[in-house]
């Protein structure tokens, strides 16, 4: 059986993603601080095998291994002419693990510079970047983009647009990372989940949500809860205006799906490095909760495991689908 399309699946019920890959990376012993998307060319059999574990635990869709391949990261590994081999040969890798009746996301990270004037990136050089990338992941088979762990405004934006500009009949995730400070949920560079769900929507995304930042389970679960709070606001603005969107949410659903991706808790230092101590049954207890507030995509970020995927898998699943 072949999968349906993606943007309908999303909308019928749990859509399970996979957890971390840099983690999984780590514990197969490559090197910390080695460029991770290189390994598509020099290593696709541990790549393969990390989202052939996560297939195994349940995951409806793995994420390429391309998060940091646009031409400004990975020129910082000076390998900067590398991003089409790198992006085409990671969607193929996850193309071949997934088959055909599992998906395949395109994943797209930050360029890791800032836009004018705050750095000296140009947005022009920056969407020909991320569209750059687009279509060596497009060529390399995936099902749609997910575009991951944003924490400005305007880099989000331009990678939604350069996505959709190149591959518009895919659907594109695109997802912020929050941290939980005096009270409220913000990026790095200090921006809201109000301003990211509006600006999201507008650009007309497939679905949104968060990954990755700092925060506890609980602290996701109450930034869940604000992102169904914010939508449902926004949508009902939307629906006076216009009348089909009225009718989207009558029928129970919500013309953008929302997608969560958090880490497996709040990281501890131990000499110098960052623990997640979350076991696969806590951290599936939280993502029962955030599926049931209405998020119906969910996967782990920094310290997830197939083990984790596998819980929420057994969790969400048995007698629910
Ligand atoms: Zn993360």
Redesign the pocket.
Known sequence: MSRTNLRERIKQGLFLLDG?MGTQLIASGIEVGKCNDYLNIESPDIVSNIHKAYLQAGSDAILTNTFGANKFALARHGIAEEVERINTTGAKIARQAAGRDRYVLGDIGPSGDFLKPLGDLEPKDLKDAFVQQAKALSAGGVDGFIIE?MTALDEAAIAIEAVKLVCGDLPVFASFAFDHAGGDYRTMMGLDVKSAVSKALSLGIDAVGF??GSATLDEYIELAEKFVLEIMVLEKIRATSDPTSLKLRRAGERRVTIYAEP?AGKPELVDGKAVYNVSPEDFALAAEKIHSLGVNIVGG??GTTPEHIAAVSKKLRVGNE
């Open positions: 971390a762990t990954n990755c880490n970020c920094c």
